[in-house]
């Protein structure tokens, strides 16, 4: 089991986020998972760095395992992305791993493109999957003509592993989906019935075997009643339904629903504490249920004083690959 670190580039600039994977590391964190964001989640948030030119930087500052969560076929081409994978994998052998998703319109309405129904954008997760491990692969020029066109192409820089594809799944459906075509599941944390259903979805979908990862929203500060107000002031706008979230278009749209968020219901979405013993427990019963990666993303704004009490009070009671 690894516990990760997760790197919000909606939350914080480039340079900033740089120096933070440098101290989750020398806190004993054993991996960063990347946002991949076109536009943050709000106003309030500010940021949106390009997590691709980022990946190249982090990844050399440091000797952990990246992984990002990138939604192929509007806002980027599949054969770009598995490219951008294949030349990371090339300079850091076997330190990446991919985390596909259908998306939603906050990031991909830039293109002016229709904005696909969810069951097409399925379809499309898919194709764009199965396209960027034949170009990782594959020797011979590739042809695809589906929901997206390749005309041509070949990777003539190719990784030096294969990396894994873990798909992105918010409910039990898809995750019985993905389990047949995907490497592994990603999916965020949800109350433990919630998860144990998922994990049965994607295991007896055809997952039996595959590995598992899971992000966990959490805000941690000495007060408790500032970890409170730190998670409702950072993250109101993203404890509503994926079914909701993914047919936003703008920042100010996420904001002017977040107006109706209680601090009570940030709660329900969020591990809110101060004390180590709230963290620990929550990621023992993870742990029990089968996840080999527990990415944590502290969703206030105080990361330095999270890394290090994490580092002092949460990572060594945990055995990390």
């Known amino acids: 089991m690894k ?100 998306g939603q319109l906050l990031n991909e309405n830039i293109t002016g493109e229709k904005w696909p129904a969810k069951r097409d954008r399925n379809k499309r997760l898919q194709e764009s999957v199965e396209v960027m491990q034949r170009l990782w692969r594959e020797d011979d020029y590739l042809n695809h003509k589906g929901m997206f066109t390749v005309e041509r192409a070949k990777l003539f820089t190719k990784p030096a592993k294969i990396p894994t594809v873990f798909g992105a799944a918010i409910t039990e459906k898809t995750a019985a989906w993905l389990s047949t075509w995907a490497d592994a599941m990603i999916t965020i944390s949800k109350p433990k019935e919630e998860l144990e259903k998922m994990v049965k979805a994607f295991r007896n979908g055809g997952g039996k075997k595959k590995p598992m990862a899971l992000k966990v929203q959490i805000s941690y500060a000495r007060n408790r009643d500032k970890a409170l107000d730190g998670a409702w002031e950072q993250w109101k706008n993203n404890i509503y339904p994926s079914k909701v979230i993914a047919d936003i278009d703008s920042p100010e749209k996420f904001d002017a629903m977040g107006q109706n968020t209680r601090k009570e219901d940030v709660e329900k979405h969020v591990i809110v504490g101060s004390d180590a013993d709230t963290f620990i427990e929550k990621i023992k019963e993870y742990e029990s249920l089968g996840f080999e990666k527990i990415v944590i993303h502290n969703v206030n704004k105080q990361q330095e004083d999270y890394i290090d009490f994490f580092k002092k009070e949460v990572l060594p009671n945990f055995n990390q690959n």
Not at 46 to 73: K, R
């Open 3 to 102: 516990i990760g670190y997760h790197a919000s580039h909606e939350q914080f600039t480039p340079r900033h986020l740089l120096k933070l994977v440098q101290q989750a590391e020398d806190a004993g964190f054993k991996a960063v998972l990347s946002s991949d964001h076109f536009h943050p989640w709000s106003d309030t948030q500010g940021e949106s760095g390009f997590a691709w030119s980022w990946l190249g930087a982090a990844m050399q500052a440091t000797n952990l395992e990246f992984g990002i969560v990138n939604a192929p076929g509007q806002r980027y081409h599949p054969a770009i992305i598995a490219q951008a994978v294949a030349t990371l994998d090339q300079m850091f052998p076997g330190r990446f791993f991919l985390c596909s998703g259908s």
